[in-house]
């Protein structure tokens, strides 16, 4: 993935045959996966638990705020997952994970076209699953969807700056200096299939800040199913 251009990258994927039409159905928002810290000389992340606590609320306002403009956004009845206790915590957030990972995967094997596996080649078909068990999550009964976030902000040192500007005037080596990554997907609760993933490795907001959070969230949900939300500026 490093080898291949960002610009080459797709953004927005749909399952075939997959509509959404405004104002009939209930999406549940599930608890946002939220990583932020600092990225080190050598490229490693270091978590910043402040930073994190900032973001988790920056963003759970912004989102507050894009369901409050529902005509414009989401465009449905959205109402906030009530995170279960004990042994249902726990499953819930192996089900954020795995979604994470299937958006990793939609990145690396269909939004890449270098990249696409053989099936996807073919017909271009966007048939991913994170399986029909989900939807046995206390808190999701009687909802048609859950909408699933993910943000991943590596802000970068001073050192890793340093290093990217020495790479490059000294070596001619390319060094990234931070990591800002989102994904936004779709989940059918009858079948458990992603009908609709929003994914950037390049995306724009500082998520330590309430303006920066609200250019994220917009980002996230551009291209949401059954809505003429406007691009969002980078």
């Known amino acids: 993935m490093a080898a291949t251009p960002l610009a080459a990258q797709e ?4 399952k075939p045959g997959f509509t959404l039409t405004p104002g009939t159905v209930t ?17 490693a992340f270091e978590p910043n638990a402040d930073w994190t606590d900032q973001a988790r609320e920056n963003l759970g306002l912004a989102l507050a705020q ?10 449905n009845e959205v109402v ?3 995170e279960p206790v004990g042994q249902g915590a726990a499953t819930a957030h192996e089900y954020r994970a795995l979604f994470t990972a ?23 078909s966007f048939l991913w699953s994170i399986g029909p068990e ?27 700056k340093l290093l990217q500007v020495v790479a490059a005037g000294v070596a001619g080596v390319g060094v990234t200096a931070g990591v800002h990554k989102g994904y936004a997907g779709l989940i059918d609760l009858k079948t458990g ?8 490795l390049a995306m724009g907001g500082d998520v330590r800040t309430p303006a920066g959070a609200v250019k994220r969230v917009s980002q996230l949900l551009e291209g949401f199913p059954g809505t003429t939300a406007q691009t969002a500026a980078r």
């Open 80 to 82: 906030n997952f009530v």
């Open 102 to 124: 299937l958006a990793d995967s939609v990145i690396t094997y269909q939004f890449f076209p270098g990249n696409r596996l053989p099936t996807k080649k073919r017909d271009g």
């Open 27 to 43: 999406i549940v928002l599930m608890r946002p996966e939220i990583a932020v810290g600092a990225q080190s000389t050598g490229g």
């Open 193 to 200: 299939d992603l009908v609709w993933l929003n994914a950037d």
């Open 66 to 75: 894009a369901q409050a403009q529902a005509q414009g956004q989401l465009g």
């Open 11 to 14: 953004k927005t994927g749909n």
């Open 134 to 160: 989900v939807a046995k999550l206390p808190g999701l009964q009687g909802a048609d969807y859950a909408l699933f976030v993910t943000t991943v902000d590596h802000y970068g040192s001073t050192g890793r």
